[in-house]
T-cell receptor
Framework: KQEVTQIPAALSVPEGENLVLNCSFTDSAIYNLQWFRQDPGKGLTSLLLIQSSQREQTSGRLNASLDKSSGRSTLYIAASQPGDSATYLCAVLSNFGNEKLTFGTGTRLTIIP | EAQVTQNPRYLITVTGKKLTVTCSQN?????MSWYRQDPGLGLRQIYY???????DKGDVPEGYKVSRKEKRNFPLILESPSPNQTSLYFC???????????FGQGTRLTVV
């Protein structure tokens, strides 16, 4: 059974700093991994999708990496801004089973002005 | 604008009173899913649909029903809600198998 872990559960950093969010998964037989942002009352917003054959994906100040063999992904946020404050979730789509995303419980990020 | 729309956004109901949460997507996506989010448990899949009239159970289907009569709509039905179904519900859609998933804004349900 696939399990996804995100540590730490909460993180506070001063504005302008670069930061890394971590995601680990127990079964490396994944098809892809997706990072989401969750804002209160606004649902989930897809940030980046990494296919299992890829090592990283970039979008603006965000860079996600994937090391499938070690069961790890990181989300790097450059030059953080107060607007980056949100909960960040990672989810994996396994090669087996149905079309189901297995989610971590998220990291709540607070950027201090 | 491409989006997944859920209604209602907030709902308080009483135990046993049947309710339906609607989900609609305007992206012509084949796959649609329902998830519930509970503190400490993350999001868990309730049901999913691969196309019209094709649905299957996810990890936590007990107490829920779904139907997919049209490609764009995937309603979630609680025939007899109970307090343990109090949760934040999300509908998701994706173009095809193993493609990027897009989520709605969520429906916060409270069953008293």
């Amino acid at each position: 059974k696939q399990e996804v872990t995100q540590i730490p559960a909460a993180l506070s950093v001063p504005e302008g700093e670069n930061l890394v969010l971590n995601c680990s998964f127990t079964d490396s037989a994944i098809y892809n991994l997706q990072w989401f942002r969750q804002d209160p009352g606004k649902g989930l917003t897809s940030l980046l999708l990494i296919q299992s054959s890829q090592r990283e994906q970039t979008s603006g100040r965000l860079n996600a990496s994937l090391d499938k063999s070690s069961g790890r992904s990181t989300l790097y946020i450059a030059a953080s801004q107060p607007g980056d404050s949100a909960t960040y979730l990672c989810a994996v789509l396994s090669n087996f089973g149905n079309e189901k995303l297995t989610f971590g419980t998220g990291t709540r990020l607070t950027i201090i002005p | 604008e491409a989006q997944v729309t859920q209604n209602p956004r907030y709902l308080i109901t009483v135990t046993g009173k049947k309710l339906t949460v609607t989900c609609s997507q305007n992206m012509n996506h084949e796959y649609m899913s329902w998830y519930r989010q509970d503190p400490g448990l993350g999001l868990r899949q309730i049901y999913y649909s691969m196309n019209v009239e094709v649905t299957d159970k996810g990890d936590v289907p007990e107490g829920y029903k779904v139907s997919r009569k049209e490609k764009r709509n995937f309603p979630l039905i609680l025939e007899s809600p109970s307090p343990n179904q109090t949760s934040l519900y999300f509908c998701a859609s994706s173009l095809g198998r193993r493609t990027e998933a897009f989520f709605g804004q969520g429906t916060r349900l409270t069953v008293v």
